[in-house]
């Protein structure tokens, strides 16, 4: 079994997810990088999803992008069903924009690998995009699973941040697709907090025409919060404070983000 990724030219499809012509009303795209233990978690929860919110085949895809991993993350994904693609520069907005290239529905809901999807959110993604309402995407609140009890403060600020701010966290976005075009999709001048930029760029273009940004509530997305339980407390000190100190160089370094690129995933 082979360790590399599909190329756009090879993308697979396979029975669960299968779709028939070229219109789709929603894609569900996953930037994978080593994500193999993870993603096949993040699958079966937007597979439970999907079944429950009564979607058709001819609705919904998922497409991975296989971010230049040297696991078999292409292959867990390419056995699920997923489209699959390959973006050999190693960051996470080139991924999401390779995925989304890739993509055939009139909107894209961004995910990351090691979440898992509710049916509940899917459900309001789904009835915004069929009832054409004026939004022009958003975002929803999110919780960590089996985070040290020193960071649940630090979600609670984020989420009142994101609600009231409108910016959405980079583990579940979602918009329009042409909205997506029109902006350039994510920024890939960044490494990092790339969504943070990518919300403004969409609220931007939402008031414009007269559309909202729309972080969803009441039902948190959910996420690993890995990172918290790789990471001591001196690592993550350490990285706010050089975030803190020089945030603009920061994300665009990717050396200075290696907390984020070293392909560290064992919990």
Known sequence: MGKRGLRADEMVV??????????????????????????????????????????????VEVVVCDNNSTDLTAEVARQAG???????????????NTGAAAARGEWLLFVDADSRLNPINLRRVV????????????GCVIAL????????????????????????????????AEVHREVGGFSVERFAAEELDYSRQLRACGRAQGRRFLVLRGCPHLSSG???RQRSPTELIMLLFRMLMGYRHVIRNRTALDYFYDGRREP
């Not at 997923?82 to 999401?96: D, G, K, L, M, W």
């Not at 009835?127 to 958003?138: F, K, Q, S, T």
């Open 14 to 59: 396979e029975p669960f997810f299968l779709v028939v012509g070229w219109w789709m009303l929603l894609s569900i795209v996953i930037p994978a990088f080593n994500e193999e233990k993870e993603l096949p978690g993040c699958l079966a929860s937007i597979g439970s999803a999907v079944a429950a919110c009564g979607l058709g085949a001819g609705e």
């Open 82 to 96: 997923a489209v699959v693609v390959f973006e050999p520069v190693n960051q996470i907005s080139r991924a999401r």
């Open 127 to 138: 009835a915004l995009a069929r009832a054409d309402e004026p939004v022009v995407g958003g």
């Open 145 to 176: 699973e089996g985070v040290p009890w020193w960071t649940r403060p630090g979600v609670w600020v984020w989420n009142c941040y994101s609600a009231v701010r409108g910016v959405a966290a980079g583990s579940f976005v979602f918009c329009r």
């Open 226 to 228: 890995r990172k918290f």
